[in-house]
């Protein structure tokens, strides 16, 4: 209702302004033409070559004459000036200007011309009262009066309606009018400047207003009240009911098994505009969010029973990794541990070692391609060919051998896997090993420091059937380490997406070179955490390091 009246109030206003318009315009016209017309008559009646004349003697006396002389235009100096211009003729077309001033009504009529250097209208015939009028000569400018500006008469001139309007408190308000004054040769040589009172026109308007505003006012109130009681019965009843309806939608538990709700149907909404589309659409998704609900509750379950296998695969996966590190090498000559955290539930690497005999045990570290679930099944795949294999002895680059056979004659999925393998010689700390694109060991020098040990690389396992690849042997002495790695590794990233890299492994192993193997391990792990930050883990990470001990 606030909005309809205030609409209403606009549009009063605006209607106001309007009829005011419409009716001043039309009223300023005619008084505009009335005038000229009395003009033209006074004009004709004065002749045209007497205007001329009168005009012409006036300028010359009024130019000639010097500015400190005729600034005074009340001294005798000047008015002997001006009365030289006074005859029987100019007395003659006075009493014509004053006998149409008196007839019509005008406040008063007369001849003038305009001084632009100094500003002042200068009157040729006035057609005033004899006490106010002026002589031929006199003039009045802003400082002893009121005059318009050339751009004002200008205008006046050129427009059907427009008179500039004062206001004097002797004469109240008047509205002056210009019509120019031509030669024969059709040069204007001054203005018959009409003044006329409009006080009428004023009363003629207010009596408007009194009429209109009251009028208007009854009509649109009514149409106000109409128009509420419309918008109230197809709007804001039809939106409260809606509204009501929704915090009645919003307050039933949807998530329960099998809740179907019936809020917004039983409205009964029949406006047949767009609140009954709204309805319509309010329906459709009551019904289509209770069948999402529905779908919700079967995705939720059976991603329950996802997550539920996924945490088995885990157990099953981590249970396939050796963890009895003290197990296999107490008292056997060396250390060994490893890890292996997956980027998601279940991972693709994987690492192993065992003893092949009294004197060997075999080692290896692999990444599947992939992550996630098919990753998982084939590491598992992988791992128990390569151990199966590997038990069965021979050099290492011959288990690679086989094993890749074995897989490419499967074709899982186009899957493949690094790998490398060694197998040391407890007795001697003979090591030899073989690659199939991994990544490359670090080893200890003389001087107990890790470097980068760059094998002869092989290609992944399962991609190129009848490959084959190369054995290399190194020995380590005393004290010596190896430490194998997947790329997880190397290519974590930090929040500048810069890789942790080779260097970065490097140099931690040498920080922690004097660390038995779990400890080494763990600070491995922490290094990388650390650097990597708020970052993701984005590919499983895998290490095995062990020390020899003679």
């Known amino acids: 209702m606030s909005a309809i009246l205030f609409g209403a109030f606009i549009i009063l206003i605006l209607a106001v302004i309007v009829e005011i318009v419409l009716f001043v315009y039309p009223t300023l016209e005619n008084y505009k033409r009335e005038m000229g017309h009395e003009g033209d008559y006074a004009t004709a009646l004065i002749g045209q070559d007497y205007l001329e004349d009168i005009f012409k003697r006036t300028k ?20 002997d000036i001006c009365f030289g211009l006074v005859d029987e003729n100019f007395m003659q077309a006075r009493s014509v200007l004053e006998t149409c001033r008196i007839q019509t009504r ?23 009262d004899r006490e106010y009028a002026f002589l031929p000569g006199q003039w009045i400018a802003n400082s002893n009066g009121t005059i318009d500006s050339p751009r004002t008469i200008e205008r006046t001139l050129k427009s059907s309606w427009f008179m500039p309007i004062t206001y004097g408190k002797a004469s109240g308000w008047d509205a002056t009018d210009y019509n120019g004054v031509y030669d024969r040769e059709g040069n204007m040589i001054g203005y018959m400047t009409i003044n006329v009172g409009i006080d009428s026109f004023g009363r003629q308007i207010s009596m408007f207003l009194a009429i209109y505003i009251p009028v208007m006012i009854i009509v649109l109130v009514g ?28 307050s039933i538990g949807k998530v329960e098994k099998d809740v179907k709700t019936d809020v917004f149907k039983g409205l009964g909404i029949n406006t047949a505009d767009e609140i009954e589309e709204l309805w319509n ?9 209770s069948s999402a609900m529905g779908q919700i509750r079967a995705f939720t379950a059976r991603q329950e029973r996802i997550n539920v ?9 981590a249970a396939a990794l050796p963890t009895g590190f003290k197990e296999i090498s107490g008292g056997s000559g060396f ?71 074995g897989l490419c004659e499967d074709g899982i999925n186009d899957m493949f896997v690094t790998v490398w393998l060694a197998v040391l010689t407890i007795s001697t700390g003979e090591v030899v090993a073989a ?14 420091e890790f470097y980068l040990y760059k094998d002869s690389h092989g290609i992944v396992l399962g991609a190129v059937d009848g490959a084959r690849f190369n054995d290399y042997t190194f020995t380590l002495p005393k004290g010596g380490r190896i430490f194998v790695y997947t790329d997880g590794v190397a290519e974590a990233q930090n929040e500048a997406e810069e890789f942790f890299g080779i260097e970065g492994i490097e140099q931690n192993l040498n920080r922690y070179r004097d660390c038995d193997p779990e400890e080494l391990i763990r600070q491995m792990k922490k290094a990388v955490d650390e650097y990597a930050g708020n970052m993701e883990q984005f590919d499983d990470m895998t290490m095995l390091s062990i020390v020899y001990n003679g």
């Open 435 to 448: 690659n199939a694109g991994h990544e490359y060991p670090f080893i200890t020098d003389e001087k107990g």
């Open 60 to 79: 010359e006396a009024y130019y000639s004459t010097p500015e400190e002389i005729r600034k005074n235009q009340y001294a005798d100096d000047y008015t």
């Open 106 to 128: 005008m406040d008063n009529v007369y001849f003038s011309f305009f001084d632009e250097e100094n500003e002042r209208l200068v009157f040729v015939i006035d057609g005033n």
């Open 223 to 250: 149409m106000a009240y109409f128009a509420a009681l419309a918008v109230n019965k197809r709007i804001i009843v039809p939106l409260n009911l809606l509204a009501e309806a929704a915090r009645k939608y919003m």
């Open 281 to 289: 659409a309010m329906v459709d998704m009551e019904d289509d969010v």
């Open 309 to 317: 296998e996924l945490d088995l695969a885990k157990q099953i996966q």
């Open 335 to 405: 250390d060994i541990y490893a890890s292996m955290t997956p980027a998601k539930e279940v991972g693709g690497d994987f690492y192993d070692f065992f003893m092949i005999d009294d004197d060997h045990l075999a080692m290896l570290i692999a990444d599947v391609s992939g992550k996630g679930v098919p990753a998982a099944l084939f590491m598992m795949v992988s791992k128990s060919l390569l151990k199966n294999r590997a038990k069965l002895g021979g050099m290492p680059s011959e288990m690679l051998q086989d094993i890749n056979d």
